[in-house]
């Protein structure tokens, strides 16, 4: 291990990110805010610092290794939610850091849960920042790193590799740095073509700029206390829904799709439609839900439905209506989507539909196996056999995963939440949706947790980001001899 | 450039990783999940697992925009079926490597007449631009170095006006000294430097030291007088033993029968020892261990000019090469499989040994070229290339001094070949279109050189 390698390459991320602070900057500057200050105190010292420790730290020979690959993901996210917290700090938006940390992590990682208690009174600048957060952590800002600046080789697949949600996929490009411009390409495209279509929907700049920062990445953070549902506007929720589902899949098919022309690619993808029928099914089974047992027409049931069903999968977390008020069905029903979460490749969280569909096959072929052992299955995917090694790495992934949820559960219980609230809270944050049920529903907000929940949370939005192995490899001993 | 490399064995690893460090885009396409598996962990580079002589795969891989395709599978007849196929789906360039000599043309047909001789594959036909036989490479090095001049491998550059020789510095008048202190004999560019297994450009005030491998660019005829200043006057080698008869130890024994030089090739296989025997003409073949001390002091071995040891185990060929050494051989060649030996080799006093990877991936990196670039080779294994460029009206560099056109600081300019004329080192000399320019240059910076010459 080469820290100062590391260190040099996390100065060159902190100075992107400092450059982003400049948005928000400017924003105050033209609207005569009072967080311009603040804005231009965090860009010079993230900036100042980033470089600093790009020239001053000595460099390395030699190839960057996968596990200094690691520590550099990690270690980025980490000190980019730090830096992150900043222009909260210096403008005093909240009482406490720990407050400034939940807000920043939940908006790296694109979860979208918030510990203001109001939003509309908050000044725009650092609501701006809040969304731009969420931008920057969707589409990784390692992976923009990896775009901008050429440091080839292996090094550069593993950082993608370690960032990107899903199970490892097939390189798209011979060069990862090529995948990385363009995916960033395709995630800016589509986050232009959301912002014109918001602000013909009527949406002010300011709100259409921070809903499609929120959309894109499947954040959820928006200007307003209600969320979408404030600007009581179809036309708006119909652009948002399609945005959120189009954040939700793998965006190395829309790569396929725009550069080489193969539309089969994104139709035949076994994911993409089981994808797409889960999102359907879902919201048709809510709508008869909440048609029959409240009372709604069809039609309106069918608006809700389908806009929280498609929110929560995609772990956006936007909302239009208080689920929290649904009958059991519906939330239990968005309860399960908020784990099974977006498609690999796509800026969604939680568990990924492709290691859903392994995870049901796999459990087929046990029961098969179970009365006839000597039969041999091969377990396909769209025609593909999945091979052993990819199978038992999803496998590992998914009991690592629950078990994260168990202890969350057990902690957030022991800091004197209801188990719903528990439960719903973990799950939220681990699948980085945001909202979750009964206190920290649609509604409401985290800001009453007891701060030490508050930052077992967070730890579970960084796990839950980062494909849950990244992080906790740093935690295994071994992990730290031998280089 | 694009590249399409199918079949990951060494050859393939080795040429994927220095063409992926030379910026270049890279497909791998290899059958096995393992070595799959494996390349991805890696190198930065696309894998696709499948044949690559099924259409299929080979649209997969995009191999209509391929620049070029190098077929390097362990099957001659799988290269170059790999390379009609991707010729034929619209593939710039395609390289196979072919072992067998008989398909590399390396025989002729017995045609009536000598005059309608001709090889027996012609690769064009075969949609394969280039041949490469690694077996035949190294027979050639092997030969050059035994019955040249030099005691080391010598490379042409323009037409031979420019040379770059490899010698070891040994004599106590050129240790401890800055290069720019060194008075050789004539005009010359050190543009490499091979200390302690690592290769590198030196400056001016590099200072030598003993045991260095030198990398010398200088025209024909100071190439000779450097030869005598810094090698040892070699005799001409009159006895030489070849130990291993595989095909690369075969063709080495044939070539060498053909100069006059006489020849004995050990064998430890006897039925392999009376196939060769049988191809042989004056070569005296003999069946036994080289690693038998007795033995070879029993077939006088000790009193051979040269050892040359070609066996398929690189282990051994170490071994046997550093028994020959001992038992007063003044010089052991050996072919090493593995490039991470060479340095390990050379150490311990072997004192050459040819790779034929490396020699591979020499003759690929002439197709990977940009810009205005005719040729180029690796010096002292494959991170530094020498590349010749023909400068163009259009190029960045016509009309300045190659310092002035921003040659980057890592590497180093080696000669201008205006007509007849060789100028050595360039200096603050202007180039004009039409010269021929030298330049030695690390992978990494390749790319920012090429730029000066489009």
Request: aromatic share 8%; net charge neutral.
């Amino acid at each position: 291990m080469r820290i100062n390698v590391v260190c040099r390459y996390l100065g060159l991320v902190l100075t992107i990110l400092g450059l982003f602070m400049l948005l928000p900057l400017a924003w105050s500057l033209f609207r005569g805010e009072s967080c311009s200050t603040p804005f231009a105190i965090s860009a010079g010292i993230t900036v100042g610092l980033g470089l600093l420790l790009w020239r001053l730290v000595p460099t390395g020979e030699g190839k960057f290794s996968r596990r200094e690959a690691i520590v550099l993901v990690t270690g980025s996210w980490i000190l980019v939610s730090l830096f992150g917290t900043l222009p909260y700090v210096l403008a005093g938006t909240f009482q406490s850091f720990v407050d400034a940390w939940f807000e920043s992590v939940s908006g790296f990682t694109t979860t979208g849960a918030t510990v203001f208690a109001s939003v509309e009174d908050q000044l725009q600048g650092i609501l701006l920042w809040r969304s731009l957060t969420q931008w920057l952590g969707g589409m990784g800002i390692i992976t923009l790193f990896v775009a901008l600046f050429p440091i080839f080789g292996i090094g550069a697949a593993h950082l993608v590799e370690h960032e990107m949600p899903g199970p490892q996929a097939d390189r798209l490009t011979p060069r990862i740095r090529d995948t990385a411009k363009a995916v960033w390409l395709l995630y800016l495209g589509f986050s232009a073509l959301e912002f014109i279509l918001l602000l013909i929907g009527r949406l002010p700049v300011f709100d259409a700029l921070t809903v499609t920062f929120s959309t894109m990445p499947t954040g959820g953070f928006t200007p307003v206390d209600l969320s979408i549902g404030a600007y009581n506007s179809l036309f708006v929720e119909i652009v948002v829904t399609v945005f959120m589902a189009v954040a939700g899949v793998n965006f190395g098919l829309f790569y396929l799709l725009a550069w080489k022309r193969q539309i089969r690619q994104l139709i035949n993808n076994p994911e993409f439609k089981l994808y797409i029928v889960l999102l359907v099914a879902g919201s048709l089974f809510i709508m008869l839900n909440l048609a029959f047992s409240m009372d709604v027409s069809f039609g309106q049931a069918f608006r809700h439905g389908a806009f929280q069903v498609v929110s929560i999968m995609t772990t956006t977390g936007f909302c239009t209506a208080d689920f929290n008020l649904w009958p059991a069905f519906a939330k239990a029903a968005l309860l399960l989507l908020m784990i099974i979460g977006g498609s690999a490749g796509s800026t969604g969280g939680a568990l990924k539909v492709i290691r859903v569909l392994v995870l049901f096959k796999y459990a087929y072929r046990r029961i098969v196996l179970a009365f006839n052992p000597r039969i041999v299955i091969p377990l396909k995917v769209g025609g593909n056999v999945v091979s052993e090694a990819v199978i038992s790495g999803i496998i590992g992934l998914a009991i690592v995963y629950f078990v994260i949820m168990f202890v969350g559960f057990l902690v957030m219980s022991a800091v004197g939440l209801d188990q719903v609230t528990a439960l719903s809270s973990v799950l939220a944050t681990v699948g980085n949706v945001g909202p979750g049920l009964n206190l920290v529903g649609p509604t409401a907000n985290y800001l009453f947790i007891h701060p030490v929940g508050k930052v077992v949370l967070t730890l579970c939005m960084l796990v839950g980001r980062l494909e849950v192995f990244t992080v906790l490899m740093l935690f295994v001993p071994s992990f730290w001899k031998w280089r | 450039m694009y590249i399409i490399i199918a079949g990951a064995g060494i050859v393939g690893l080795h040429i994927a990783a220095v063409l992926a460090e030379g910026k270049h885009e890279v497909t791998v396409v290899e059958p096995s999940d393992e070595v799959v598996e494996g390349i991805r962990s890696h190198l930065d580079v696309k894998t696709i697992t499948g044949n690559a002589t099924t259409p299929r795969i080979l649209r997969e891989a995009e191999v209509d925009r391929a620049d070029l395709v190098i077929a390097v599978t362990n099957n001659d007849e799988t290269n170059m079926l790999i390379c009609f196929l991707a010729k034929e789906l619209g593939a710039a360039m395609t390289v196979a490597r072919v072992r067998n000599p008989e398909y590399s043309g390396y025989f002729v047909t017995a045609a009536k007449s000598p005059s309608a001789a001709r090889k027996i594959i012609r690769p064009k036909t075969l949609g394969v631009d280039l041949l490469i036989n690694p077996e035949v490479a190294v027979a050639d090095e092997i030969e050059n170095v035994l019955c040249g001049l030099s005691p080391a491998p010598i490379t042409d550059f323009a037409d031979g006006q420019v040379q770059i020789g490899e010698f070891r510095v040994e004599q106590k008048s050129l240790v401890n000294k800055p290069l720019n202190k060194v008075k050789f004999p004539g005009p010359c560019v050190v543009s490499a430097i091979v200390r302690a297994g690592k290769t590198f450009i030196p400056t001016s005030e590099e200072i030598l030291q003993s045991d260095d491998h030198i990398y010398v660019l200088a025209s024909r005829d100071s190439m000779d007088r450097l030869s005598e200043m810094l090698a040892h006057p070699q005799p001409p080698v009159r006895s030489v033993v070849v130990f291993g008869g595989s095909r690369v130890g075969y063709i080495v024994a044939e070539r060498l029968e053909k100069q006059g030089i006489s020849v004995m090739v050990i064998e430890q296989d006897l039925n392999r020892g009376q196939e060769i025997a049988a191809e042989l003409k004056k070569a005296v073949v003999i069946q036994g261990d080289a690693t038998d001390r007795d033995f070879l002091i029993e077939q006088g071995v000790s009193s051979a000019d040269a050892f040359v040891s070609t066996t398929e185990s690189d282990e051994l060929n170490i071994l046997c090469a550093l028994l020959a050494k001992n038992l007063g051989v003044p010089r052991s060649l050996i072919v090493l499989s593995k490039p991470g030996y060479i340095p390990l080799a050379e150490a311990i006093g072997v004192d050459i040994a040819v790779s034929p990877l490396l020699l591979t991936a020499s003759r690929i990196a002439h197709f990977v070229l940009h810009g205005g670039a005719i040729s180029a080779t690796f010096i002292g294994g494959e991170e530094i290339q020498a590349i010749e460029f023909t400068v163009s009206s259009t190029a960045g560099v016509a009309q300045h001094s190659l310092t002035e056109a921003g040659l980057p600081r890592e590497a180093k300019a080696g000669a201008i070949i205006r007509d007849e004329k060789v100028i050595i080192p360039p200096g603050d000399n202007v180039v004009y279109p039409g010269d021929h320019v030298i330049v030695i240059s690390p992978l990494s910076t390749t790319s920012s050189v090429e730029k000066l010459f489009k």
